[in-house]
């Protein structure tokens, strides 16, 4: 079977936002389960309060590029900075909700909120090197046993 490359490395196809959000999401559970048993209640709670920011954060950017993109391409600019301040608006209210009502630990949250960015950066990076890999390591055709 032979698979068509891309020209883009970051984005490969158009359902890699989706896997993503997928992965993401399986991660942050199983952070928060794994995370229930060895650390202390304050910090799962805060595990689980940076996973679902950042979860929402990354929704809310692929939302804001793919409205923008079909519907308001003649004022993007316009469109990006007012849904970017609102955007942070909301988190910084999040945040600050979070840690102002709660006790909080905040490595565990500053943890739980790169979990979407540990994820785009592990499958960005796999698909560098395993491009990196094909073009790096020629196999003749003819000796290929199948």
């Known amino acids: 079977m032979v698979h068509e ?22 991660l ?3 952070i928060v389960l794994c995370s229930l048993s060895y650390v ?6 805060s595990i ?7 979860l929402a954060i990354y929704k809310t950017m692929w939302w804001t590029i793919r409205y923008g993109m079909r519907y308001r391409k003649a004022e993007i600019k316009k469109f990006f900075l007012k849904i970017g301040l609102l955007k942070y608006f909301i988190v910084g209210m999040a945040l ?6 709660t006790n909080v630990n905040i490595p565990a949250m500053a943890f739980g909120l790169g979990v979407v960015l540990m994820v785009m950066v592990m499958k960005i990076g796999s698909r560098l090197l395993v491009d990196y890999l094909n073009k790096a390591v020629r196999v003749p055709s003819g000796n290929r046993k199948v």
């Open 96 to 101: 600050f909700s979070v840690c102002f009502f």
């Open 48 to 54: 689980a309060a940076g996973c679902f920011i950042s």
């Open 40 to 45: 202390s209640l304050v910090s799962t709670l």
């Open 28 to 30: 942050s559970l199983m």
């Open 5 to 26: 490359q891309n020209s883009s490395a970051v984005f490969p196809d158009e359902d890699f936002p989706d896997r993503v959000l997928r992965s993401s999401l399986l």
